[in-house]
Structure formats: C-alpha cells, structure tokens
C-alpha cells in the first residue's frame, strides 16, 4: 500500500524563480492538503483540493497556488520565490466521507530560495 | 480563533526516565479533534492519536498515553520508560470537525524531544 509520496526531495531556487512541487496521495485517498514548515516552526495550512477544486486555503498570499489532477495527485506553485518561501513543503492526504479525519503525511520537499 | 500552544520548546531526559508533553489548545468549536504527530528527523510527521471533542477518556497506547481535560482544554502526551528511538519533535494539532472532508490542521510550535541513552 503505498503512502503519500512527494517530489522533488530538495529544491534550490533564486529568489524571483517560479517552482512545481508535486504530491500523489496515499491509494484510494481523493483529498489532498499543503503545508508549510517553516525551520523551528510547526506546518501551517496553504491550501486544500478535493475534486480538482480548492475546497479551503490559508492565510497565504496568491503566489501560492495549486491543482488536483483527476488521478488525485496535486502540484504546488509558488511564484516570485522570496527568501521567506524557504521551508518544509508537506503534502497530507485523506478520504472525503471515509475516516477522513485522518490526514496522512509524505516526507516533504525541503525548498531553499537564495 | 483557533490556536495551539507547546509551551516546552525542548526536553531532555535520560533513558527510561517518564516525559510529558502539553498542549494546550483554544476554539470556540464545541465540536474538535485533536492530534499528537511524532516528527523524527526525515521530516515525515507520523499519526499518533486523534481524539474528538465527545471523548475525554484517557487512552493508552504501549509506553504512550494521552490525558485530555476538556476543563483546562489541554491534551497532554505522556512516554512511559522513554527510549532514544522516541527522540523527535512532536506535535500537539487542532482541527474542526466537518460533516464529510477533512478539515485544515492548526499545529502548535513543537516540543523537541532528546531522550539519551
């Protein structure tokens, strides 16, 4: 059964550049949630997708946007990087209407903007 | 608003010593889950309990147990004998309960656990 899995690992951008994290939910999982760790900080909620559309979002700016795909897997966009975009890229994945209070977490993609 | 607070930014004890973890959460919900995650260093957050709002019994699981008081709102995280695979951050989170989606999580700040041997 494989779990939520995300790419890239590592990331290293310059600040202005444009980036496409990528996130496939766990199997049989159809909501897809993004979070930002930042260094010494706990995750705060970007944004959720559910049926291709985001269903709720976070008190973050537009540069961060995103998309489902009808395979359930998602991107992350963020444009015009800023040093502060450094951080911890979660992706948690859970099932509308099942037990899905559970929120299942892949590894992150750590980015670094220079 | 809804807001979680670890007040203990780092703990340290040594093998087998007990360790509680608090939480202490705010929400005006009347209906709410609470989470405990388990961070180790490959950044992954791990699932260890959800509880609901409904349930203030204490839960055991192994060397882990949860205490959760409604009157105080905290729901604190206790390691029983502590080993050096418990070295982690952990995190205390926050969420309400929708009728069918899951809803956003609110962390607190993590509590960094050093057990050493």
């Known amino acids: 059964d494989a779990g939520v899995t995300q790419s890239p690992t590592h990331l290293i951008k310059t600040r202005g550049q444009q980036v496409t994290l990528r996130c496939s939910p766990k199997?049989?999982?159809?909501?897809v949630s993004w979070y930002q760790q930042a260094l010494g900080q706990g995750p705060q909620f970007i944004f959720q997708?559910?049926?291709?559309?985001?269903?709720q979002r976070g008190n973050f700016p537009d540069r961060f946007s995103g998309h489902q795909f009808p395979n359930y897997s998602s991107e992350l966009n963020v444009n015009a990087l800023l040093l502060g975009d450094s951080a911890l890229y979660l992706c948690?994945?859970?099932?509308?209407?099942?037990?899905?209070?559970?929120?299942?977490f892949g590894p992150g993609t750590r980015l670094t903007v220079t | 608003a809804q807001k979680v607070t670890q007040a203990q930014t780092e703990i340290s004890v040594v093998e087998k010593e007990d360790v509680t973890l608090d939480c202490v959460y705010e929400?005006?919900?009347?209906?709410?889950?609470l989470f405990w995650y388990k961070q180790p260093p490959s950044g992954e957050l791990v699932f260890l309990i959800r509880r609901n709002s409904f349930d203030e019994q204490n839960e055991i699981s192994g060397r882990y147990s949860w205490n959760f008081q409604k009157s105080t709102s905290s729901f604190n995280f206790t390691i029983t004998a502590s080993q050096v695979v418990d070295s982690a951050v952990y995190f205390c989170?926050?969420?309400?309960?929708?009728?069918?989606?899951?809803?956003?999580?609110?962390f607190g700040t993590g509590t960094r656990l050093q057990v050493f041997p």
């Open positions: 989170a926050l969420s309400e309960i929708r009728s069918y989606n899951t809803d956003k999580l609110i």
């Open positions: 929400t005006r919900d009347t209906t709410y889950y």
């Open positions: 199997s049989g999982h159809d909501t």
């Open positions: 997708y559910y049926e291709e559309e985001e269903r």
């Open positions: 948690a994945s859970s099932l509308y209407g099942g037990e899905g209070y559970e929120q299942y």
